[in-house]
């Protein structure tokens, strides 16, 4: 037998459930019979510590996903999500990342409105903590604008940041979850927009107004300044427009995520 | 039997370098370590920890880096896998070589997955020609490509194939000297295999190239009686410590840390295991000289 051909039997045997006895019998024949255990237990060994590790990142990835939906929802998800995706990549880093879209799809949970927004929140810090490095603009940058240049002057967002628009309590169920607290579960009566964002090494989440959201999105689209004071009229009287999207953008140099 | 041809290496084995005493650098211990500036001698790191693309683990690593000497260790190399060698892989870790400046990198005598498929687990092979012919034209492209040789460690295993013709240390002794490579020799993977494959572990560490081993790992496993399983998750085992003593006997003075991973105890304990380690080595190292 090839090494490549060894390799394709043992691979698949680790994938196999463990009811899965045609995979396992495939590969079985190439092991010796040592000591006191046989063929079958060492390569459950490995099927097991094939699921256990993965198991783990998704737990370490998701630390109040499990908690929110009980064993009974979350085993099998996990399980499903497992041999759905199995990883492509060197790193580990980047197992779940098809998590938060294969839960919207996955029959049990397809439903669960609150379990697919925190699945989302809790991949985006994840994300978010990871992004690579940028050099935030200086707080007082604005200052240093000459007049004529303002009308074409854009922005950019650092590394890492999101916009999550979430129609329950996402985030305080999500912090309720983190402190082995019950959490009380709402549908929020309009949908809440959320940016999380890296300041220097630490991950931020902050609620945001409807204009700011707007505004937001518009600078992630690459929208200029004028842009942005045209989208503030749809809230905002002309005169305070100005005055409402200097705030604004000083607030957001403040937290440290435009560059 | 194969006789494999010794090669020039850049190590001779009066000098290779010997760091003392290290720690695997775990997050966990970040601030620790920081705080207390224990008495380690150097640290370890996992390589595809910080193959990210920025944040705190690599802000860490560079406090670290000045801090101490650090070491490269991988878990993704998939040096015996049928697939093609993973070049973006490789690329990434040359970068993160040249802003490391590590003491040396090593990665496992093993494949991790094939059909590009990922395991994320060290899955053995049989010991036999084919896989020696395979494994080292790997590691000779590995080391051309990085431009430096690597470590490679044994592995602990659950199995073994009936297609193998040669012990392990023969193969891993023919892998080394036909690929030009260092040795990491984990004395803990050692003791868990030769209980779950029955051989005597000190065969296995007078059956290894002595010049080339550069580095050793110590861990905890978890003895389920009929067989071992490599966790570490726990202290070091007597029978471990026990064979350590005997494989510095054998092979003088190696580079050393413990591998830590999971039910991490407070910093102070590693610490004293480390200590421990130390005195060992020193008795063994003091026998060894009368
Ligand atoms: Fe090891």
């Known amino acids: 037998m090839t090494l490549k051909q060894l390799q394709s039997d043992f691979i698949a045997c680790i994938y196999a459930e463990q009811t899965d006895k045609n ?35 998704i737990d370490s990835d998701f630390p109040c996903l499990g908690k929110l939906i009980g064993d009974d929802l979350y085993h099998p998800l996990c399980s ?98 983190k402190d082995d607290t019950t959490p009380e579960i709402k549908k929020l009566k309009q949908a809440q927009t959320w940016m999380i964002w890296r300041q220097e090494l630490v991950t931020q989440y902050r609620s945001v107004e409807v204009d700011e959201a707007c505004l937001l999105q518009a600078i992630a689209d690459g929208h200029n300044f004028q842009y942005l004071c045209e989208a503030l009229l749809e809230w905002w009287p002309e005169e305070q427009v100005p005055e409402r999207a200097f705030q604004l953008l000083q607030h957001w140099l403040n937290l440290g995520f435009l560059t | ?59 860490f690593l560079d406090l670290f880096k000045e801090r101490y000497p650090i070491a490269m260790h991988g878990v993704s190399m998939n040096i015996a896998s049928t697939d093609p060698l993973n070049m973006d892989y490789l690329n990434e870790l040359k970068q993160l070589i040249e802003h490391v400046q590590p003491i040396w990198v090593s990665d496992h005598c093993c494949w991790t997955g094939v059909n590009s498929h990922n395991t994320h687990d060290l899955l053995p092979l049989p010991f036999h020609e084919e896989s020696i012919q395979h494994i080292s034209s790997r590691i000779r492209q590995i080391q051309d490509h990085l431009e430096r040789p690597i470590l490679i460690e044994n592995l602990s295993s659950y199995l073994s194939f009936k297609d193998s013709k040669m012990t392990e240390w023969e193969f891993l002794t023919s892998v080394c000297e036909e690929a030009d490579c260092y040795l990491l020799l984990d004395i803990n993977n050692i003791y868990v295999n030769a209980r779950n494959h029955n051989f005597d572990p000190l065969d296995y560490i007078k059956g290894v190239p002595q010049e080339r081993v550069v580095q050793h790992h110590l861990a905890g496993h978890s003895d389920h009686g009929d067989y071992i399983i490599d966790t ?59």
């Open chain 1, 23 to 57: 995979k396992e019998n495939n590969f079985k024949h190439l092991l010796c019979e040592e000591g006191k255990i046989t063929p079958e237990q060492r390569i459950s060994i490995y099927q097991n510590a094939y699921r256990a590790r993965l198991y783990g990142v």
């Open chain 1, 80 to 177: 499903a999500y497992i041999n759905a995706y199995p990883s492509h990549q060197p790193s580990i880093n980047n197992f779940c990342a098809h998590l938060p879209e294969f839960i919207r799809y996955f029959d049990s949970l397809k439903n669960h409105t609150i379990a697919i927004e925190l699945c989302d929140f809790e991949w985006q810090l994840r994300t978010t903590f990871n992004a690579k490095n940028c050099k935030a603009l200086a707080v007082d940058y604005l200052q240093n604008i000459p007049g004529e240049k303002w009308p074409t002057l854009t922005f950019e967002l650092s590394h890492g940041f999101a916009l999550k628009y979430f129609s329950m309590n996402t985030v305080e169920v999500w912090l309720a979850l």
């Open chain 2, 232 to 290: 570490h998750d726990a202290s070091i085992a007597a029978p471990v410590l026990q064979l350590y003593k005997q494989a510095v006997e054998h092979f003088g003075p190696v580079s050393v840390m413990i591998e830590r991973d999971d039910n991490f105890p407070p910093l102070e304990e590693l610490l004293t295991e480390l200590d421990e380690v130390r005195s060992i080595f020193n008795v063994a190292q003091d026998e060894r000289k009368l």
């Open chain 2, 1 to 59: 039997m194969l006789v494999p041809t010794k090669k020039q290496l850049p190590y001779p084995c009066n000098q290779k370098p010997f760091h003392g005493f290290g720690l695997g650098l775990r997050p966990e211990y970040y601030h620790a370590i920081l705080d207390q500036e224990p008495n380690i001698d150097w640290l370890e790191i996992i390589s595809e920890n910080y193959l990210v693309e920025g944040g705190k683990p690599l802000y």
